[in-house]
């Protein structure tokens, strides 16, 4: 590999230094390039989809590799996603969750019990989290500015005018594996998938040299898309390492 150094270590979105990276030599001509492109701790926000500058700007590179650590698939309820309220004609309910770790289908049955009395049931339908008025009564459903909605797949905020709320995407609480993108080495495809227990599987597939490198976008997506739809991970930092073989 060909590389031209500048003067900071790895730089992360924030522009924090990172650990340096390691260079080891597995044989004449070849190498193995260790890069810490872990998200920065203090932007949470973006844990889902960052970027990070790299201290040196690497050419023909002849593969590529994921491995992680603490990348968490099904966060558990906390104050950044635990309150919605409904709206029924003039009544208005607020349901706040109690923190923890919830199976889907007992969070889906607490908060029915919350909207009974608003004639409201929340329940899964080919895997999509759906709210709907068991009086066919058109009802307002706001998440309060906080996560939960997304945690559930509704990608708007609140939501008003109809008497029945599809998610639009899938739930955070089944997720079973996470695609990892890579746009610039693959724009198209995701580069790997990582399980729940972070096994990271490689999809790249390197029948051609990538010529240059000098920072590292990362996404994680909760379905193979190239929608700009980013998992959730509510707080929860990784760690992630990029192996350059050259």
Do not use: W
Not at 147 to 153: A, E, F, N, T, V
């Amino acid at each position: 590999v060909e590389s031209e150094s500048e003067e900071s270590d790895t730089k992360q979105k924030s522009e924090t230094d990172s650990n340096d990276s390691d260079v080891i030599v597995t044989k004449q001509n070849n190498k193995t390039i260790k890069l810490d492109i872990s998200p920065p701790k203090e932007e949470p926000e973006y844990y889902g989809d960052y970027m990070i500058e790299l201290s040196e700007k690497y050419n023909k590179i002849k593969n590529i590799k994921l491995s992680g650590k603490n990348i968490v698939l099904n966060p558990n309820i906390n104050d950044l996603a635990n309150e919605f309220e409904v709206t029924v004609n003039d009544d208005t309910k607020q349901v706040l969750l109690d923190d923890g770790d919830y199976e889907l289908k007992d969070l889906l049955s607490g908060i029915t019990s919350n909207l009974e009395e608003l004639n409201v049931k929340c329940y899964l339908s080919n895997k999509l989290v759906i709210f709907e008025n068991k009086n066919n009564d058109e009802f307002t459903l706001d998440f309060k500015d906080k996560k939960l909605g997304r945690l559930l797949g509704f990608l708007n905020n609140s939501y008003s005018g109809e008497s029945k709320y599809i998610a639009e995407t899938c739930n955070s609480f089944n997720l079973q594996q996470v695609y990892i993108y890579i746009p610039n080495i693959d724009e198209s495809k995701p580069i790997a998938v990582c399980d729940k227990n972070n096994n990271i599987k490689m999809l790249y597939n390197s029948d051609k040299l990538i010529n240059k490198l000098d920072s590292v976008i990362v996404q994680f997506k909760d379905t193979e898309t190239c929608d700009d739809i980013y998992h959730e991970f509510l707080g929860n930092h990784y760690q992630l390492e990029l192996q350059l073989f050259c």
